[in-house]
């Protein structure tokens, strides 16, 4: 049962990136690129 659990929440995430790709990944990039100071940079800014 946690298996099937497990699978709604990746679709929705996917869901959701495919719907705002231009935020979502911009952010997520950033996030991973510098770490936190990409989110400060950006608050910032």
């Given amino acids: ?18 719907e705002q790709p231009d ?6 990039v950033e996030i991973m690129k510098d770490g936190r100071v990409a989110i400060d940079q950006q608050m910032s800014e």
Avoid: F, G, K
């Fill in 1 to 18: 049962m946690e298996s099937q659990l497990s699978y709604p929440s990746d679709e929705r995430e996917a869901a959701l990136d495919e």
């Fill in 23 to 28: 935020e979502h990944q911009r952010q997520r």
